[in-house]
């Protein structure tokens, strides 16, 4: 058994001095790409160097989507969800805060997400607090999220969204170079259209406990044409290297309140 508890978001306080002041802003980062994607090798570097300055400021999840041997139906569904009305997706791509930017400049006239860019999503000031608490025991995960916002925070589909991600995997290497991938999907709790919140209230915590079992054992025939199927087998390389994201996020405009991440580099 292994325990993660993570304080993400929010700042400690003195409440005999003063008032307990706005939570930091994680930044979290949505990065799609895939092993056999030539631009992807890139724009994981691309992606690295712009974070490299700012550890335990920013969270980050990869989905491995196009013909990667760790290609998930969550995942698809998670590129087409900020491809609304599209039947096709491309890669790479990311998104920070729910805001979507190219990750490397493919083909010469586009600018690729930045440190500065980071720098302009993490000086947002944020009226939500989350704390994130994991335990593992073998193949489960139990998971609890407290909310805490500073101001009302209502939206008619406001949601949490939980990943768990593998740190590094390998066993998925393609034709495009890399030969470690980092932050990878495994699963969303319960699924990728995440958790609906009712309205938060100023001061007033709220509490959500989650558990999720991968079942089975390593699928080693998964890929394009044969995604995983999560109710009976699963890709995990290492249980031992998983991590927990967690965000919250308006659905219908995309805008990301905050997050936290057991993953902190």
Known sequence: ????????????SDEKESPEPPPDRIVVHEVFSGSNCGPCAPAADNIAAALTDHAGKYAIVKYQIGSDPYITKEA???????????S????????????????NNMDEEETPYSSEDFMGFSEVP?????TLETEWTGQTVDITVQLKTWEELSAENLRLMISINEKTTYENVGTNGQTEFHHVLKKFVPDDKGTLLDTLVAGEPIERTFSYTFAGDYDEEAGLSSMVD??????VEDFEDLEVLVWVQDMDTWEVFNSAWTGHE
């Open 1 to 12: 058994m292994w325990t993660v508890i993570l304080l993400a978001a929010c700042s400690p």
């Open 230 to 235: 999560h109710g009976s087998a699963h890709t």
């Open 126 to 130: 944020s009226i939500l607090g989350i």
């Open 88 to 103: 096709t997706y491309g890669i790479p791509y990311v998104h920070a805060d729910g805001q979507g930017f190219h990750p």
């Open 76 to 86: 698809v569904d998670r590129r087409m969800f900020y491809l609304p009305g599209e």
